[in-house]
């Protein structure tokens, strides 16, 4: 039986390619930042939380809202090693890894990818998927695609649509979701490899795990999620969050 503890860090960058300051945007008056901690939260599987800043205007956005946050240094290349300098400060049995700009993952889906590493003890890292069938989608590059084997072990991730249909029959595909789960020696051990060719290739750091020869096991959830990366994404989250508070309020 597992009895670790299991810290959450949530990654956060001021700066971003694609939507500039994108985690201080705000919906219905909370920021990205806060809608993504406030989901953490509601996990049952989290014991402890916090947001890794690369900047004190994040930190101090956290603060104001009550919650937790560390400063990091600003070179880190990728939320796992920003993440991993959190880790190797502290004590704990598995860290998960939230990107701060995904506002919508289902606290349920934290628990299932946190309980795939209480499950097996020979697992060192675990993720999330949800099963989608649509074109749009299916041909997105910001999209991420992944498959995996009977068991559950991914076999690969891609921007591209995988797997080809050579007949065009089919656009049904897994799209991986934004969070990921790590026995806290395995972090700081992934995170001292270096850069893999396939990862290069695909902007994608998971890929180098397996190209390292390690195992991520993946979880199918019903719940879908939106990561922010531009303008068109945050309208997206905000009509989901504005009809998801419309459905929660009291009918006359």
Not at 38 to 53: F, L
Not at 56 to 64: A, P, R, W
Not at 128 to 155: F, H, Q, R, S
Request: aromatic share 6%; hydrophobic share 35%; proline share 4%.
């Amino acid at each position: 039986m597992f009895n670790g503890e299991v810290l959450c860090v949530i990654p956060a960058r001021l700066e971003s390619t694609r939507l500039s300051r994108k985690l201080l945007r705000k919906i219905q008056g909370k920021t990205l930042l806060q809608l993504v901690y406030e989901r953490v939260r509601e996990a049952r599987s989290i014991d402890r939380m916090m947001v890794a800043c690369d900047h004190e205007e994040l930190k101090n956005c956290v603060e104001s809202f009550g919650g937790q946050a560390v400063l990091t240094a600003k070179h880190h290349q990728s939320g796992t090693e920003r993440i991993a300098e959190v880790a190797n400060r502290m004590t704990c049995d598995v860290v998960v890894n939230v990107q701060g700009d995904e506002p919508l993952m289902h606290p349920e889906t934290i628990d299932l990818t946190v309980n795939i590493l209480k499950r097996d003890s020979h697992c060192v890292m675990s993720t999330a998927c949800i099963k989608k069938n649509d074109p749009e989608g299916y041909e997105d590059p910001n999209v991420v695609k992944m498959t995996k084997d009977k068991e559950g072990w991914a076999l690969y991730f891609s921007r591209s649509p995988i797997p080809f249909d050579r007949e065009k029959r089919s656009t049904e595909y897994l799209k991986h979701l934004g969070i990921y789960a790590y026995r806290r020696s395995f972090l700081l051990e992934f995170s001292s490899l270096s850069s893999s060719t396939l990862e290069q290739r695909e902007k994608l750091e998971q890929l180098r795990v397996l190209e390292n020869g390690f195992r991520i096991r993946v979880g199918e959830t019903p719940h879908d999620s939106i990561g922010v990366d531009t303008e068109s994404d945050l309208e997206r989250v905000q009509e989901k969050l504005t009809l998801a508070s419309q459905e929660e309020l009291p009918h006359a």
